[in-house]
C-alpha cells in the first residue's frame, strides 16, 4: 500500500538518493516519484522487488493450475499417453532411426 509519506519528488530523490535508498531498505515499501506534482515513477529495494516478482509468478501458477482443474471438470482434456504421441511425432521421434 502506498502511503503519502512514500510520495516524493525526483528532484528530492535525486539529491538525496542515499538516504531514500537506505530507507527502501529498510521499510521494503515502494516510494511513488513525481515530476510537477505527477506520480511518474515508482521505486523499489531489489528485496522487494523480488518479493514482488515472486508473488506475480506464483499468482500466475495458480491462475494456471486453476484453469487446468476446470477444463478437466469440464472434460476439456487428452489424455497424457495422446500427449506423448503427438510430441514424438511433432518432434519426429516415432520416425526409425538410420
Keep these: 500500500m502506498i502511503r503519502t509519506h512514500d510520495i516524493r519528488s525526483l528532484t528530492d530523490f535525486r539529491n538525496n538518493a542515499k538516504d531514500h535508498l ?3 531498505a529498510q521499510t ?3 516510494e511513488v516519484l513525481t515530476v510537477n506534482g505527477e506520480a511518474r515513477g515508482v521505486v523499489l529495494c531489489p528485496a522487494a ?10 499468482a500466475r501458477n495458480l491462475k494456471a493450475v486453476r484453469s487446468g ?5 469440464r472434460g476439456e482434456t487428452i489424455p497424457a499417453e495422446d500427449v506423448f ?10 520416425k526409425p532411426q538410420g
Design 22 to 24: 537506505d530507507r527502501l
Design 28 to 30: 521494503m515499501q515502494p
Design 49 to 58: 522487488f523480488d518479493e514482488l516478482v515472486a508473488d506475480a509468478e506464483y
Design 69 to 73: 482443474l476446470e477444463a478437466l471438470k
Design 85 to 94: 504421441a503427438q510430441a514424438s511425432q511433432i518432434l519426429g521421434l516415432d
